[in-house]
């Protein structure tokens, strides 16, 4: 460990090996990979989670282009493991297979058209590097016609074929099936889903994933990664010999991310034994399968090359999809996050199957979203009722996933809007209504829509959407002195927010959220006000403060009616 460096950034094995960068054997994924020996192995982790320099490892292990490359893998685990017979059988398998790599990650685009193009352009390249086939008599002339004619912008017609002939050619030249190695399969659909070209993607990936891994009759072995796994019915059909691991799987437990041991022992070998335990704090909490303190990698490597805490692995790409599903998702979907932002955890049935059509409308959809891009940690698994419905306990993973999270909902009322948001907490604290009016319309104005909120209660982009995310600025924002909660039970009924001082000597606040509602003979906000003042007594929803130990006197009560983007408070 001494000797080597905590270099970022390296995905390339061979880099790695030659360069003498940091490195924690992994090389045992090997192993287990080909004794486990299914056809085709799809297994999805984190984003940073070493995928892509495992696959890296893989090719140097058994591709024929680095035959006699033992000096990579001298003192690794493949190399020194020994069969029951006694005997290094790996030892002779390495450099010793026709390998295809390929790796979707850079496929990002807006539009059909554009991210067919650089499909093509990733297939083309992978013919241009093995232009040698065109030597000599191993193609027919119309084969070499083919082989020519693959180029960028062939179209999806064409390239859904591709790999699955250049497969046959290299089978053929070199006597042997090929095994194929595809990085970041997922990272064009997620595109697609966003940017609105779903059913175009989903038709030429089948057709390719199809081809290239399912009737591939050159194809020894296929190993796939992404971050998320998407249904079969999507993009694999009718792949069954395609085997699925997932985070929650028991294979390859510990193949990906750093363990606790190797975290520690490379803190100690660096002279920082001392912060094992605010490292655990920070970057600890990954679980796969059923080996919990899983560490991410780029965040452990980058703390011992800096020596300070932050926010690394949350800081290293957008976090866009994830921030809209959260931001304009459904009530129940921002109401949980007030709790997991406030160190609680929740119950679900989750399939981990991400179905990307009922991300917008399925709150189990966007748990299994954040799960698989490991925002979320597994506690507890169970099966439950006749069927065995898989049921989680699910929270945030860590203190640097939490901060993201906070840094996030903050983001949302960014600009000229967070001083109206602040504003407004400092009136709401010191009793100035007339002050709490005036930035609560200005907030209102500016995130009204960010929110997809609704003028009326029975529109299907209800206003809650609105208030529970103006609730999470409030978590956030109030975290240190105050407790806060929404929709809970207290007295006869749920109410809309609570807002607890840990000093049972200050203030606590109760707010009813209402929209002007003409089926309720309401008029004006005024009239709407009036209501939710009226809810409030007759819910008695101070019952819990009265029980907390909180006097009458200290606690406020708030109706806040709403028509579009302006509100009453009072």
Request: with cysteine; net charge negative; aromatic share 14%.
């Amino acid at each position: 460990m001494n000797e080597n460096r905590a270099g970022l950034g390296y995905q390339n094995f061979e880099e790695v090996r030659t360069r003498h960068i940091f490195y924690i054997d992994k090389t045992d994924f090997i192993r287990e990979w080909w004794e486990y020996a299914d056809k085709v192995t799809l297994i999805t982790r984190p984003r940073r989670f070493g995928k892509t320099l495992n696959m890296s490892t893989v090719e140097c292990f058994f591709s024929n282009k680095y035959a006699g490359r033992s000096d990579l893998f001298e003192g690794l685990s493949i190399w020194e493991h020994r069969s029951s017979d006694g005997n290094y059988k790996y030892r002779e398998m390495q450099g010793t297979f026709p390998v295809i790599f390929l790796s979707f990650a850079n496929i990002k685009a807006k539009k059909y058209a554009d991210m067919e193009y650089k499909i093509t352009e990733v297939v083309a390249k992978l013919y241009e590097r093995n232009k040698y086939l065109l030597e000599g008599n191993l193609l027919s002339e119309n084969e070499k016609k083919y082989y020519k004619g693959i180029v960028p912008g062939i179209g999806g017609e064409v390239v859904t074929g591709a790999i699955n002939s250049m497969t046959d050619f290299m089978c053929r030249h070199y006597g042997k099936k090929v095994i194929i190695l595809l990085d970041e399969y997922d990272t064009p659909m997620q595109d697609a889903w966003v940017s609105g070209y779903w059913d175009e993607a989903v038709e030429l990936f089948s057709g390719l994933f199809n081809a290239t891994f399912k009737t591939n009759d050159y194809l020894d072995r296929g190993l796939i990664t992404g971050i998320t796994r998407i249904a079969k019915e999507s993009i694999f059909t009718g792949m069954n010999n395609l085997e699925v691991v997932t985070t929650t799987s028991d294979k390859y437990e510990t193949a990906f991310g750093f363990t606790e041991k190797e975290v520690f022992s490379s803190l100690d070998d660096v002279g920082l034994g001392e912060e094992k335990q605010e490292v655990k704090r920070w970057y600890d909490g990954f679980t796969f399968g059923g080996h919990a303190d899983i560490y991410n990698p780029w965040s452990i490597v980058s703390f011992i090359g800096k020596k300070e805490y932050d926010t690394y692995w949350a800081n290293t790409s957008g976090n866009g999809l994830v921030n809209s599903l959260v931001r304009t998702g459904l009530p129940n979907i921002k109401q949980t996050m007030e709790g997991l932002l406030q160190g609680g955890s929740f119950e679900t049935e989750m399939d981990e199957k991400i179905v990307f059509d009922q991300l917008n409308g399925s709150p189990g959809a966007v748990w299994s979203l954040l799960l698989a891009t490991g925002y979320l940690k597994v506690l507890d698994f169970r099966r439950v009722g006749e069927r065995k419905k898989k049921v989680y306990t699910l929270a945030l993973t860590n203190m640097e996933v939490t901060s993201m999270f906070e840094d996030m909902v903050k983001g949302w009322f960014e600009g000229g809007t967070e001083i109206y948001y602040n504003e407004f907490i400092n009136a709401l604290l010191s009793d100035n209504v007339r002050k709490m009016n005036t930035f609560m319309n200005k907030v209102a104005l500016n995130t009204f829509s960010s929110f997809d909120s609704g003028n009326k209660p029975s529109e299907q982009a209800e206003p809650e959407r609105f208030y529970h995310g103006f609730v999470l600025g409030m978590v956030v924002n109030l975290a240190d002195a105050y407790k806060v909660r929404s929709n809970r039970e207290s007295g006869y009924g749920r109410y809309d927010v609570m807002i607890e001082p840990y000093d049972k000597t200050k203030k606590a606040f109760i707010f009813e959220f209402k929209v002007l509602d003409m089926d309720e003979d309401e008029k004006t906000l005024a009239d709407t006000l009036v209501n939710a003042h009226a809810q409030i007594e007759e819910k008695r929803y101070e019952e819990e403060l009265l029980a907390a130990g909180f006097a009458p006197g200290q606690i406020r009560k708030y109706g806040f009616a709403f028509r579009g983007k302006e509100c009453l408070i009072g």
